[in-house]
């Protein structure tokens, strides 16, 4: 088990395979926005340091400018956070039992679902994308016989791979139900 992880429910001998997470451009891209919403006040001063000087020297517009810059940057704050806690809690975990899938929609939303390996129908990995193909991330799509019918693991790296993992452990898992049905139908 990666150090630190709890895992939800675990059952007896149940170990993790894969723990995965979104690819960190995602997250970069997510963040390079609002770095760049905090620099446009800035660069809005350094273009118009005449209008700025004026309201500097208006005993009510520079209160008012204190309190408006203050408010925007809290936002930004608040909005880059739940851009990364978004990012850092949408966790897809593949263990040698189960797949699960725990998603965070909102700061204080989460969606958990998980299936058995053995319930697994098919795998497929998608790369979409110039910087997808060359960094080696995409989605992973996973068909159950479930409730819920599609696992989707988004924008993980080396997705391929991932697919291909998931592919072979649910094979194996399949096998092993079967080989333990039979022994039991032997034993009666």
């Known amino acids: 088990m990666p150090h630190g992880f709890y895992l939800p429910h675990a059952l007896p001998n149940e170990k993790i395979i894969l723990l995965l997470r979104r690819h960190w451009l995602v997250l970069f891209g997510r963040e390079l926005v609002w770095v760049v919403a905090a620099l446009l006040p800035i660069a809005l001063a350094w273009l118009l340091p005449g209008d700025l000087q004026g309201l500097a020297e208006n005993p009510l517009g520079y209160p008012l400018a204190v309190v408006g810059g203050s408010a925007y940057y809290l936002f930004l704050w608040l909005f880059a956070l739940n851009a990364f806690v978004d990012y850092y809690l949408d966790v897809w975990i593949v263990t040698n039992e189960r797949i699960l899938n725990i998603e965070q929609h909102q700061l204080f939303s989460r969606i958990a679902a998980e299936q058995r390996l053995s319930r697994i129908q098919d795998v497929t990995a998608e790369t979409r994308g110039v ?43 399949r096998r092993f139900e079967d080989i333990r049905e039979e022994l039991h139908r032997a034993q009666l």
């Open 131 to 173: 910087f997808a193909t060359f960094l080696h991330f995409g989605d992973v799509h996973v068909q159950t016989a479930g409730e819920q019918t599609r696992f989707v693991f988004r924008q993980i790296p080396d997705s391929t791979a991932v697919a291909r993992k998931i592919a072979s452990l649910a094979e194996f898992r």
